[in-house]
């Protein structure tokens, strides 16, 4: 099955830039979708098909992906931003279509 | 507004079969969307366990496909989950969504339901 790839943790100080990223084979040939998840909530899509943004969801959050990696990025960080950042594909070529990927927990210092 | 709520027993005996219901609000179920349930264990990542359309097209997590049964009450615009002979490692937070069809990401969620699978 496809196997996607994310650092376990990635920290950023407030006002700065953060990147995620999410690896798997040939990614840029399919699309990535990123949830945002903060403690004892249900996640929220915050981009999907690469870089669309869901109504209510500000600008500040962004997507690429190209070659082998999609990346998530957030910019103008706030401590609101703190959550777990999980990727997701649809791989319809794969025994198992629907991957996530293992989370990666965004600390704002 | 799309609302989903995951409803179920909490506590599930090892072996028996784990049973949950979705109930949709604000949209119906039969418009063309597919719908899904993804699960969470206790501090651990999201695992999609699979996904469905009211006109019969399924997808199921493979290493699930031999527990796992997905079904659909349109007249009540609920849809449902059945795992058979749980095990702790069933344990989780289950979640129910909807999925826009063609690239199949979770757009609404359901707020989850933790189920315990004791011995």
């Known amino acids: 099955s496809y196997v996607l790839t994310q650092p376990p943790s990635v920290s950023v100080a407030p006002g700065q830039t953060a990147r995620i990223t999410c690896g798997g084979n040939?990614?840029?040939?399919?699309?990535a979708h990123w949830y945002q998840q903060k403690p004892g909530q249900a996640p929220v899509l915050v981009v999907y098909d690469d870089s669309d943004r869901p109504s209510g969801i500000p600008e500040r959050f962004s997507g690429s992906n190209s070659g082998n990696t999609a990346t998530l990025t957030i910019s103008r960080v706030d401590a609101g931003d703190e959550a777990d950042y999980y990727c997701?594909?649809?791989?319809?070529?794969?025994?198992?279509?629907?991957?996530f990927g293992g989370g990666t927990k965004l600390t704002v210092l | 507004q799309v609302q989903l709520h995951e409803s179920g027993p909490g506590l599930v005996r090892s072996s028996e079969t784990l049973s949950l219901t979705c109930t949709v609000s604000?949209?119906?179920?039969?418009?063309?969307?597919?719908w899904g349930w993804i699960r969470q264990p206790p501090g651990k990542g999201l695992e999609w366990l699979g996904i469905f359309s009211h006109t019969g097209s399924t997808y199921l997590s493979p290493s699930l496909k031999s527990r796992l049964t997905i079904s659909v009450d349109t007249s009540r615009n609920q849809f449902s989950l059945k795992l058979s002979s749980v095990t702790a490692a069933d344990t989780a937070v289950y979640y129910c969504?909807?999925?826009?069809?063609?690239?199949?990401?979770?757009?609404?969620w359901g707020q989850g339901t933790l189920v315990t699978v004791s011995s």
């Open positions: 969504a909807r999925v826009p069809a063609v690239t199949h990401y979770f757009d609404y």
């Open positions: 604000g949209f119906s179920i039969s418009r063309g969307y597919f």
């Open positions: 040939n990614f840029g040939s399919k699309s």
């Open positions: 997701q594909v649809w791989d319809t070529s794969s025994d198992h279509p629907g991957v």
